[in-house]
């Protein structure tokens, strides 16, 4: 004969267990079975030191960035390739496409894309210390970066890239004002 | 003005004994209700299944990308990367500086406790190398191969690949390298 399994009751949003038992009826699972699993991999979790929801947040806005084709590499060498490289008009250029790009991708996948900027900003672009964005009235938004250990030029091409990608959200830039590790960037709507 | 406040529905919900009292326990050290745990632990198994994907496979890609992050990584768009590749020589410097971030890394994974596990540094490669890359690691032979990387980006991988290996005291024996396709042959040290 098993073994009784001793049981406990926990409490939980009702609108999450209506969707946790739809997802066990299709998954040929009980409702109990599903729960336990869940549990154990939010355990897994917690002994690395983070949340599950943390983890599962950081999941998904890495994925919105590898969709875009961001890539992840090593910070030293990027700033190697960047002061070997002709820093030039052109190459700001280049940033600002590349975030007129990502401002295009991020209209294309989301339907309010200002909303979700200041989470994806702030987890994607670990680079920097404090990334903040504050959309005001009047069609007004501020984009405040601080980021003192990083490279100068660096941060120019950040600020290039965030203009691109805002122009895409229709927005211009009326202000850029980069000084050693603060970049303050407002923005106005296009009419 | 007036405010109307969302009471949440909430309903009991059985789970092992054991689970149930591991819960409480971090929920106590953490400071946390084990309300907000669970919903917090099943909400991340909507987003999984939501996304086509299993728990514990976001949990891991989560964690690969953290690793990423505190090992000295950055994001940067892909087509930026490849211009400043591509105006760039791959000089014997950059080829070790490619080399020494891989040996970083290495050592990064050594520290973690994950260098012994070879699908755990398989994920946390396909994670770090962009181009969503198949890798195999065997006791003697580590494959990359991702039709997405160009020349110079596969030779910037390579070297990146044999600095983690050596930080591992492993001696590389043999190189192939060609466009998106990198087969490096490797002993223990001393064999």
């Known amino acids: ?191 | 003005m007036f405010t109307k406040a969302i009471k949440l529905k909430r309903k009991f919900l059985a789970a092992k004994e054991n689970v149930a009292d591991k819960v409480n326990e971090i929920a106590k050290e953490s400071g946390r209700t084990v309300f907000s745990i669970v919903n917090e632990a099943l909400s991340a198994f909507i987003v999984a299944k939501e996304a086509g994907r299993s728990l514990p496979s976001i949990i891991e890609e989560g964690k690969n990308a953290q690793l990423a992050r505190n090992a000295g990584m950055i994001l940067v768009p892909e087509a930026s990367y490849d211009s400043l590749l591509e105006s760039c020589p791959i000089t014997p410097r950059i080829y070790d500086g490619w080399k020494s971030a891989g040996t970083v890394f290495g050592k990064y994974l050594y520290v973690k406790e994950i260098h012994e596990d070879t699908k755990s540094v398989e994920t946390a490669l396909k994670e770090v190398i962009g181009g969503n890359p198949d890798i195999t690691l065997s006791e003697e032979k580590l494959v990359c191969i991702s039709p997405r990387l160009g020349v110079k980006q596969t030779e910037a991988v390579s070297a990146f690949l044999e600095g983690l290996l050596q930080s591992l005291n492993l001696t590389v024996t043999a190189k192939e390298v060609s466009k998106g396709i990198i087969i490096i042959n490797f002993k223990q040290e001393g064999e």
């Open chain 1, 1 to 191: 004969m098993p073994d009784k399994v001793e049981k406990k009751l926990v409490v939980v949003r009702s609108d999450i267990l209506e969707k946790i038992q739809e997802m066990a009826r299709k998954e040929n699972k009980t409702l109990f079975a599903i729960v336990n699993e869940i549990l154990q991999d939010a355990l897994m979790a917690s002994e690395s030191r983070a949340t599950i929801g943390d983890l599962a947040r950081f999941y998904q806005l890495m994925k919105v960035e590898k969709d875009s084709g961001a890539l992840i590499i090593p910070a030293d060498l990027f700033l190697k390739l960047i002061r070997r490289s002709e820093y030039n008009e052109e190459l700001k250029s280049e940033w600002f496409l590349a975030g007129e790009w990502y401002g295009k991708y991020l209209t294309a996948k989301f339907e309010r894309p200002l909303d979700v900027l200041p989470a994806l900003l702030s987890t994607c672009l670990w680079h920097l210390s404090e990334v903040k964005v504050e959309v005001r009235a009047e069609g007004k938004t501020l984009v405040n970066v601080i980021a003192p250990n990083i490279d100068q030029q660096v941060l120019e091409l950040t600020g290039k890239y965030l203009e691109g990608m805002m122009n895409a959200l229709g927005y211009r830039a009326v202000k850029s004002d980069i000084v050693r590790g603060v970049a303050i960037l407002e923005f106005l709507r296009r009419l």
